[in-house]
């Protein structure tokens, strides 16, 4: 990549970072409620949900920002040694390398692979409202079979001293909940995290790709 490509991946990800949050942080707390082993209401209901907005706008711009020049950067290099049939494998690596969790693992290289087929239907490179469609189906997608996951860690991050989510052992964690509550449990609050998220996929990607393509 150019140096000015990089300055660009860099500024538009931290942008797109601080929008998404200042959005979507309100939806993201009534998630975290919902998934809560007290029950949503006895975990706060809709009291106080923008509490914490600011320090999170605050802390979101660097690490989107440094998410994107390293996922940007990852990608091109591994354009020009990788073939068009191991390029999901690239997207995955460079989402890998810039933030590791599953969810960006499934994420990524699925908005990459809708923008390459929407892009191939309609005979030129989609428009950044396009990639934030793309980018909220990818994230539906990736909310929904992340779910269980996302539970077992509010579980541990809300368990209590000595007990045995306290230990945060994720697979521990998610034995427990299929045993007590089975399917439904694990996925607590899927439809808030996929409604969220989808939305978070819209704008984060698109505001990504439109400040790129400005800065550009």
Request: aromatic content about 12%; proline content about 5%.
């Amino acid at each position: 990549m150019e140096p000015r490509e990089s300055w660009a991946a860099l500024a538009a990800g931290g942008v797109a970072g601080i929008c998404v949050d200042l959005i979507l942080f309100p939806l993201d707390t009534v998630k975290t409620r919902l998934q809560s082993p007290q029950g949503f209401r006895k975990a706060g209901g809709f009291r106080g949900i923008y509490a914490g907005v600011p320090s999170t706008a605050i802390g979101s711009f660097p690490n989107a920002a440094a998410f994107f020049i390293t996922y940007e950067n990852v990608k091109s290099m591994l354009h020009y040694v990788s073939t068009p049939y191991l390029t999901p494998a690239t997207h995955m690596v460079a989402a890998s390398l810039g933030e590791v969790i599953p969810f960006s693992l499934v994420q990524f290289p699925l908005w990459e692979s809708l923008k390459d087929l929407w892009s191939w239907k309609q005979g030129h490179v989609v428009d950044s409202w396009q990639s934030a469609v793309c980018g909220a189906f990818a994230g539906g997608f990736a909310a929904a079979v992340t779910t269980p996951l996302d539970v077992a860690k509010t579980r541990i991050m809300l368990a209590k001293a000595g007990s045995s989510n306290a230990s945060g052992n994720v697979l521990a964690a998610l034995g427990g909940i299929w045993r007590t509550q089975g399917l439904s449990g694990l996925f607590a609050g899927v439809v808030p995290r996929m409604a969220a998220i989808s939305l978070g996929g819209f704008i984060f990607l698109g505001t990504y790709e439109k400040t790129r393509q400005l800065l550009l």
